[in-house]
């Protein structure tokens, strides 16, 4: 039976214990921040759901209040928990307005900023070969995985104002999403940080982005239906989990001649919904 949120408010307190003060050295709110991540890694605590009151959280990991609250101040500013007024704190979900303003960063240069249209290219499992478990830049080598480990690999691309703007060549350990299959990928009602989320428990909390000047190959004009040759930006990212686990790599392709790469560098104050 899936519990409500009724009782998972009321179970959760159940799965955190009093925390020692001074026990690790580190400042007591991150010792409760670290609480809160745990119980959002092993599902104590999902996605979607409230967490316990502020009195009910803060005795059974046996702080202040205050203290309590600094910590889910970071993980808010963080993302990974959303404060609604009159209803509590929950734990965040990767709906379209957090995967626009934590990880879509391309915009039309008038800074009209959407979420991209989606079409799947290609869908292939592989498995690594021993070059690329050991080359620096390669996704096995990003993912850590080793010569001869499955892989997804899957292409797609991203339309803006019904624009080909975007050529993302994703790769995914196969180890982590089971029953990943080209038909449930093409039929996901969401974000595609969202299926991974809602059907394989992952949870994509930061990336590690790198960005370089590049030209168009035959396979990007092919996608982005753009000339050899064309100069583009290319991104390659980690996507990471807990414990800064690498979940996805991706290159992306960005025709920049309408489309810009926006990224705000400064951390915006928590925001109360």
């Known amino acids: 039976?899936?519990?409500?949120?009724?009782?998972?408010?009321?179970?959760?307190?159940?799965?955190?214990?009093?925390?020692?003060?001074?026990?690790?050295?580190?400042?007591?709110?991150?010792?409760?921040?670290?609480?809160?991540?745990?119980?959002?890694?092993?599902?104590?605590c999902q996605p979607g759901h409230t967490l316990p009151s502020e009195p009910v959280l803060a005795g059974a990991l046996g702080v202040s209040i205050g203290t309590l609250?600094?910590?889910?101040?970071?993980?808010?500013?963080?993302?990974?928990?959303?404060?609604?007024?009159?209803?509590?704190?929950?734990?965040?979900?990767?709906?379209?307005?957090?995967?626009?303003?934590q990880f879509f960063h391309v915009e039309?240069?008038?800074?009209?900023?959407?979420?991209?249209?989606?079409?799947?290219?290609?869908?292939?499992?592989?498995?690594?070969?021993?070059?690329?478990?050991?080359?620096?830049?390669?996704?096995?080598?990003?993912?850590?995985?080793?010569?001869?480990?499955?892989?997804?690999?899957?292409?797609?691309?991203?339309?803006?104002?019904?624009?080909?703007?975007?050529?993302d060549r994703?790769?995914?350990?196969?180890?982590l999403y089971r029953g990943l299959t080209e038909k449930r990928l093409r039929e996901r009602p969401g974000t595609i940080y969202q299926f991974y989320q809602s059907e394989f428990g992952i949870t994509v909390l930061r990336a590690l982005e790198r960005a370089r000047a590049s030209a168009a190959d035959r396979a990007t004009a092919r996608v982005l239906g753009v000339a050899v040759g064309l100069p583009v930006m290319q991104v390659e990212r980690t996507a990471l989990s807990f414990g800064d686990r690498p979940v996805e790599h991706r290159v992306s392709i960005i025709d920049t001649r309408?489309?810009?790469?926006?990224?705000?560098?400064?951390?915006?104050?928590?925001?109360?919904e």
């Open 1 to 44: 039976m899936t519990p409500t949120r009724a009782a998972t408010r009321t179970s959760a307190p159940t799965a955190f214990q009093a925390i020692a003060p001074g026990a690790t050295g580190a400042p007591l709110y991150r010792e409760v921040k670290r609480a809160l991540l745990r119980a959002i890694e092993a599902g104590t």
């Open 69 to 101: 609250r600094k910590a889910v101040d970071e993980l808010v500013a963080e993302h990974l928990l959303v404060r609604r007024h009159g209803r509590g704190t929950f734990v965040a979900t990767h709906g379209a307005d957090r995967f626009l303003f």
């Open 108 to 167: 039309r240069r008038d800074g009209l900023r959407e979420v991209p249209a989606v079409d799947l290219v290609s869908f292939e499992r592989l498995r690594c070969d021993a070059d690329a478990a050991h080359t620096p830049g390669e996704p096995a080598q990003a993912l850590g995985l080793r010569a001869g480990d499955p892989v997804i690999q899957i292409e797609n691309r991203l339309r803006l104002q019904g624009r080909a703007v975007v050529y």
């Open 170 to 175: 994703l790769t995914l350990p196969a180890g």
């Open 258 to 272: 309408h489309h810009d790469y926006v990224n705000l560098l400064s951390k915006a104050p928590a925001r109360t």
